[in-house]
C-alpha cells in the first residue's frame, strides 16, 4: 500500500450572504485519511452601496445674491426591492470668506410627488465659525423610512438660517445599501408640519392656534406602523426653573404624544452631551453648554415611536402635548416640530390617511 508523504494545501473560497461576521465550518473526508479534517470559516460580509450625489458644495446664505434655500432634482436609484437602508450625509464647507458665526436651525426636505408637500427628512444644527469637516463625511442620517419617496427624479430642497453672507457651501449624498428589507414595502405619510424654521413653530407658554391634534386612519395591510418626530426648541424666554435655563433652547421637558387619549409616548428633551460633539472647532463660540435636546454643529434627533401591534385597519386619535409651562415675559419660545407615520408590508401598501 502506498504511504503518504507528501501534505496538500487547500484553499477554500466563500461568499458571506449576510451582513456582520459570518462563521462556520466545513467537513473533508477521505478514505486514505484516518481522520476528518474539519477548517473553520470566518469572513465580514459588507453590503453592496450604490452612491448618489445630489447638491455638490451648492451656497446657501443672506444677501450677497445668495438665498437661504436651494431646491434642486436629482436622479436616484430606481429599483428598490433588494434596499434594506438608504442613508444620507450632509457635509458643511466653508466658502472663501469664511463660515458663518452662529448656530443656525437647517434641514433637508424631500417633495411628496403625489401632493406636492415638502416632508423634513433631516434636521441639524450648523456649527458656530466652522463647518463639519471633522466628520469624514459630514452628518449622517437614516432616511430609509422615506425610500417610497427617494426614487427616480426627487425634487430636494436644502435650507439654513443663516442670516449674513457668509453661510455654507452644502453638499448632500446618499447611500442605498443592498440587503434583505424589514418590509418590501413603505408608506409615509405626513402628521404635523411646523418645521420651516426655527420661529416657524409652535409657541410655547402661550395661547396659540396650532392644531397638534390629528385622526389618523392605518391600512388594513400594514404590518408594522410607527411614528417618526423630529423637535427642537428656539428662543431665550426666562422658565422660572429652578436652574435658570431659559426656554426653549435650554429648559429641559417632557413632551407627551397621546394616543386614543392615553399617554403612549414621551420625548425627553434633555442633554445630549454638547461638549462631547467630535465637531469641536467651534471657538469662540458657546456650543459646550447642554440645550434642550439638541447641540450646535449636530444632527438633530429624530424619535421613533414603534406600536406593539401593526395597528393594521385601525384609526386612532393622536396629539402631541408640550410640558405644562405658562411663559410670563414678553420673550417668544418656539418649538419647530414635524412627525410623520409610516406604514410597512410585505404586501403593497397606501399610505395612512391623516385628517387634521
Known amino acids: ?42 469572513g465580514t460580509g459588507t453590503p453592496i452601496i450604490h452612491n448618489y450625489q445630489t447638491f455638490n458644495r451648492t451656497r446657501v446664505a443672506f444677501g450677497g445674491g445668495f438665498s437661504q434655500t436651494s431646491v434642486q432634482n436629482f436622479n436616484l436609484h430606481n429599483d428598490l426591492s433588494n434596499i434594506e437602508a438608504v442613508k444620507m450625509y450632509v457635509k458643511l464647507t466653508c466658502p472663501s470668506g469664511g463660515c458663518d458665526e452662529w448656530d443656525v436651525y437647517a434641514n433637508v426636505k424631500v417633495t411628496d410627488p403625489i401632493s406636492g408637500e415638502r416632508y423634513e427628512m433631516a434636521r441639524f444644527i450648523t456649527p458656530y465659525w466652522n463647518d463639519n469637516s471633522q466628520l469624514p463625511r459630514g452628518f449622517e442620517f437614516d432616511v430609509t423610512d422615506f425610500k417610497s419617496m427617494l426614487t427616480g427624479n426627487v425634487e430636494l430642497r436644502i435650507r439654513t438660517e443663516c442670516w449674513n453672507a457668509k453661510g455654507y457651501e452644502v453638499s448632500v449624498d446618499f447611500d442605498y445599501l443592498e440587503g434583505i428589507p424589514d418590509y418590501q414595502y413603505y408608506g409615509i405619510t405626513r402628521v404635523l408640519n411646523y418645521d420651516n424654521g426655527s420661529q416657524a413653530g409652535v409657541p410655547y407658554g402661550v395661547a396659540h392656534t396650532f392644531d397638534l391634534t390629528r385622526s389618523i386612519n392605518i391600512p388594513s395591510n400594514a404590518q408594522s406602523t410607527h411614528l417618526r418626530t423630529i423637535i427642537s426648541g428656539w428662543g431665550q424666554a426666562a422658565s422660572g426653573d429652578p436652574d435658570g435655563r431659559t426656554c426653549a433652547e435650554w429648559c429641559y421637558r417632557t413632551h407627551n404624544v397621546s394616543i386614543n387619549g392615553a399617554n403612549m409616548f414621551q420625548h425627553n428633551l434633555g442633554p445630549l452631551g454638547c461638549a462631547s460633539n467630535p465637531v469641536s472647532n467651534q471657538a469662540p463660540g458657546n456650543w459646550t453648554p447642554d440645550r434642550a435636546g439638541w447641540c450646535p454643529g449636530m444632527e438633530v434627533p429624530t424619535r421613533i415611536d414603534s406600536f406593539t401591534t401593526s395597528m393594521a385597519g385601525t384609526t386612532f386619535t393622536f396629539e402631541y402635548g408640550f410640558e405644562n409651562w405658562t411663559n410670563t415675559t414678553t420673550d417668544n419660545s418656539f418649538y419647530p416640530i414635524s412627525t410623520f407615520v409610516v406604514v410597512k408590508s410585505d404586501t403593497p401598501i397606501s399610505r395612512a390617511v391623516v385628517i387634521d
Open 1 to 42: 500500500m502506498p504511504v503518504l508523504t507528501t501534505s496538500s494545501l487547500i484553499f477554500v473560497r466563500f461568499i458571506p450572504d449576510e451582513v456582520n461576521t459570518i462563521q462556520g465550518t466545513i467537513l473533508i473526508q477521505n478514505i486514505d485519511i484516518a481522520d476528518d479534517v474539519v477548517i473553520a470559516l470566518s
